[in-house]
């Protein structure tokens, strides 16, 4: 099966796992993103949504404690 064209569907979150990088712009910076209705679920989780600085998409990452500054 070729799966090249497969796009995530857009009512998933975007997770990146391994890596703090952006996987459409390659960026390593990211700030935290404003919480919307569903976070609060995906927080019993520990997903917390941030977002590209350069692109904006947003994502979720695992992460155990609040970024520092917040």
Known sequence: MHTANL???LW???LILREH???RCNS???RSDTQRGYDGLLALFALRPVRC???WRRYYWF???AP???
């Open 68 to 70: 520092a500054g917040e």
């Open 7 to 9: 796009e995530w569907p």
């Open 21 to 23: 990088k952006c996987p």
């Open 28 to 30: 390593v910076q990211f």
């Open 53 to 55: 600085t350069f692109c």
């Open 63 to 65: 992460a155990l404690h």
């Open 12 to 14: 998933l979150p975007h």
